[in-house]
């Protein structure tokens, strides 16, 4: 069962998109945790309850997505931010300075 929970709180809801299937009481929610109990179970690894779920569901289900394709935007976009960010605070207190 703890096995169970821990991969169930690394699982996103997809009706309630901000929690994980351990936290939603959505319908839907409850239906992915029996499923994940089941397969934990069955005896299937972590991993391949989480490629189940990501070939049903999509790279979105994982709170932790892969660093390819959309995924590795979301890991570039903050990065890409905070440089934009440094850059703008450069070149306002820059001026200031002169």
């Known amino acids: 069962e703890n096995r169970a929970i821990s991969l ?3 699982l996103r809801c997809i009706q309630c998109q901000g929690q994980s299937i351990h936290d939603s009481d959505a319908p839907i ?7 994940v109990r089941q397969r934990v ?3 299937q690894s972590n991993a ?3 490629d189940w779920l ?5 790279d979105w289900i994982s709170f932790s ?4 394709g959309i995924g590795l935007m979301l890991w570039i976009m903050p990065l890409l931010f905070l440089a934009g960010a ?11 300075e002169k």
């Not at 990501?54 to 999509?58: Q, T």
């Not at 997505?65 to 390819?68: D, E, K, N, V, W």
């Not at 440094?86 to 200031?96: D, E, H, P, V, Y």
């Open 8 to 10: 169930m709180e690394n």
């Open 48 to 50: 391949e309850i989480e």
């Open 54 to 58: 990501k070939r049903r569901y999509g």
């Open 41 to 43: 179970a069955a005896g």
């Open 29 to 35: 929610a409850a239906a992915m945790r029996h499923e």
């Open 86 to 96: 440094l850059l703008l605070a450069r070149k306002r207190f820059g001026r200031a």
């Open 65 to 68: 997505p892969p660093a390819r």
